[in-house]
């Protein structure tokens, strides 16, 4: 499961603002907000994580770790994955 802190990580790392990240999501700048506003891992529905998720991925970024243990974003060693 993604942290609220990786998505915050994600969306800096690309320099997305909120409305990039809805555009290719499709997820609601609200949920969005939700989201990346929750400390720990936000509860929310299973779609929308893997639609944020999805796209961040999409973009070439990789989530490493677990919420308990060094969870964190980087670039994919392969980006063309």
Partial sequence: MITSAQLRAARALLDWTREQLSNESGVGI????????????????IKTFESVQKAFESAGIEFIGSPDQGAGVRWKLDRNQ
Avoid: K
Avoid at 32 to 45: F, T
């Fill in 30 to 45: 609200s949920a969005l907000m939700r989201l990346e506003s929750s400390g720990g891992v936000p509860s929310g529905n």
